[in-house]
């Protein structure tokens, strides 16, 4: 984890500081909250995140009472020095209202919009909807056209045709959530794999 030095901050008038939290495999933002020196000393100490409480006045620490803690994975200032954010590793909802994020819109990243809007049609399997046609066919027919889509993108990388280099890529990626989705299995999944490769 890279060095962070507090000497640095630009603190605001109330010497609080405006942290982002994010989550750091996809990159959603969970929470904004208020960072001062005490918290943020303690959430350097301990890689887990302390706040201050602008109504309260006083430190807490996240997941205290829920058990939802963040695991900080990353920490970097921002290009003036008085905004921090944080790439944590969440154990729960960030959210008071149990949810994921406190932005309800606009905080997905597009594939993770995708790949709830695939769950969502296999659960509620609306007519019409070729996910639904690709889940009711089953296992068999979702492998097929994941290799049909791989196939076609080897192709169109031979024509060295970049718009549909990106069409068929972008089928091949539907194609593989699809398949993740009837596995069981999350994105997420995939992505702790990639983390754990980089590293």
Request: net charge negative; aromatic share 6%.
């Amino acid at each position: 984890m890279n060095e962070l030095n507090i000497e640095e901050i630009k603190w605001n008038n109330d010497n609080l500081l405006p942290v982002i939290v994010q989550d750091y495999l996809t990159g959603k933002v969970l929470m904004l909250a208020y960072m001062n020196k005490e918290s943020l000393t303690k959430t350097i100490q301990t890689k887990e995140t302390w706040f201050f409480s602008r109504s309260r006045q006083s430190l807490w620490h996240k997941g205290e009472t829920s058990g939802n803690i963040q695991k900080v994975v990353s920490w970097g200032l921002d290009c003036d020095r008085d905004t921090l954010l944080l790439q944590v590793k969440p154990t729960g909802p960030s959210c008071h209202l149990g949810r994921e994020s406190c932005f309800e819109e606009g905080s997905e990243t597009l594939i993770e919009e995708l790949s709830k809007v695939i769950r969502k049609r296999a659960e509620e399997r609306p007519a019409g909807s070729y996910t639904t046609y690709l889940f009711t066919e089953g296992l068999d027919k979702i492998l097929k056209k994941v290799g049909e889509e791989a196939a076609e993108v080897i192709i169109a990388a031979k024509n060295k045709n970049p718009e549909e280099i990106a069409s068929e890529m972008a089928d091949l990626i539907y194609h593989l959530l699809v398949l993740l989705t009837e596995r069981e299995m999350h994105l997420r999944q995939v992505l702790q794999v990639l983390v754990k490769r980089r590293s």
